[in-house]
């Protein structure tokens, strides 16, 4: 059983990662989806919608990707991409 103050700080702890969740998920879903993929920028409004939850609980790794896509479209690295031996 973990004693009040450490289940306190926990739980702060999860109002603000998901107080920046939400912040970055509003960001993400209505403008920075579009840089991560190219067939999202046609999505309606509802699609939108649908992606906040999860970008609120992954911004995280989302924040990376949208910094990653600053530089480009991101490679695809398959193995039908890499070259034969």
């Known amino acids: 059983m973990?004693?009040?103050?450490?289940?306190?700080?926990l739980v702060r702890a999860a109002e603000v990662y998901l107080a920046i969740g939400l912040l970055?998920?509003?960001?993400?879903?209505?403008r920075w989806v579009n840089r991560i993929d190219r067939v999202a920028a046609h999505g309606t409004i509802?699609?939108?919608?649908?992606l906040l939850p999860g970008a609120a609980l992954?911004?995280?790794l989302l924040l990376a990707r949208v910094l990653q896509s600053v530089s480009g479209q991101p490679t695809e690295r398959s193995a039908h991409r890499r070259p034969a031996p």
Request: proline share 17%; no cysteine.
């Open 24 to 30: 970055f998920a509003t960001g993400f879903a209505f």
């Open 46 to 50: 509802p699609f939108r919608f649908l």
């Open 58 to 60: 992954l911004w995280p």
């Open 2 to 9: 973990l004693p009040p103050n450490v289940a306190l700080w």
